[in-house]
């Protein structure tokens, strides 16, 4: 079976657009997960949906970051006005619920000029 | 909080070596574990876990961990490097809130010398 996809691979954009990262996880998990990895902080925790409970978005770290997850499958993050800083490679993963292996896409690579 | 500590941001060993990649926890409680790798532009892929039970962990291609509790330390290893081990390597624990999302480690980059 396929694993955790994530479109685009690489996303360029300029300071101040708008972006949307895809993330379809593996059929049948009701877990999914967002990340952030960047040079200065590591891998960072955003948010965490399950199932349709409303998401753990604790970790976002602004409000121009926001996601959603229709039908308890397909996930999209999305960063409103885009500033230099949000560039980072981002990861999804998904498990089939709480405390189990979290399996990881291979990220969305953004840049933002 | 849970939080781990990689010591040593980069690594580097021969061919055949020892691998040593060490890896600190702090948590109040009884911690999950993990050691996931990371090959340039791809995903994470774990390496192995350590819920309960068996302190010595053994994963894939090699590698193993021992959780020690009075060290609170999770150390990976593997007795002979590959060249194609050279990756990234993450420790992390993994905490109840957040459906049990990962606190991960600054990564160990690990480099392999002919």
């Known amino acids: 079976g396929a694993g955790v996809s994530q479109s685009p691979s690489n996303k360029v954009t300029e300071k101040g657009k708008d972006v949307e990262l895809r993330c379809d996880p593996i059929?049948?998990?009701?877990?999914l997960y967002w990340y952030r990895q960047s040079l200065g902080q590591g891998l960072e925790f955003l948010i965490y949906f399950q199932g349709n409970s409303a998401p753990d978005k604790s970790g976002l770290p602004s409000d121009r970051f926001s996601a959603e997850r229709t039908g308890g499958s397909v996930s999209t993050l999305t960063i409103q006005r885009t500033q230099q800083e949000d560039s980072a490679v981002y990861l999804c993963?998904?498990?089939?619920?709480?405390?189990?292996?979290?399996?990881f896409g291979a990220g969305t690579r953004l840049s933002v000029l | 909080a849970q939080s781990v500590t990689q010591l040593g941001s980069h690594v580097s060993v021969s061919e055949g070596a020892l691998v040593l990649l060490r890896c600190n926890y702090s948590?109040?409680?009884?911690?999950?574990l993990f050691w996931y790798v990371q090959y340039p532009n791809q995903g994470l892929q774990l390496l192995l876990k350590y819920t309960t039970g068996a302190t010595l962990v053994k994963g894939i291609n090699g590698f193993e961990a021992e959780f020690k509790k009075s060290e609170t330390s999770f150390h990976l290893t593997k007795p002979s490097a590959h060249m194609s081990d050279a990756a990234e390597y993450f420790c992390?624990?993994?905490?109840?809130?957040?459906?049990?999302?990962?606190?991960f480690g600054k990564g160990t980059s690990l480099l392999v010398t002919p």
């Open positions: 993963a998904s498990n089939t619920g709480p405390g189990n292996i979290q399996y």
């Open positions: 992390a624990v993994q905490y109840g809130g957040s459906g049990y999302a990962l606190n």
């Open positions: 948590s109040s409680v009884p911690p999950y």
């Open positions: 059929s049948g998990h009701t877990a």
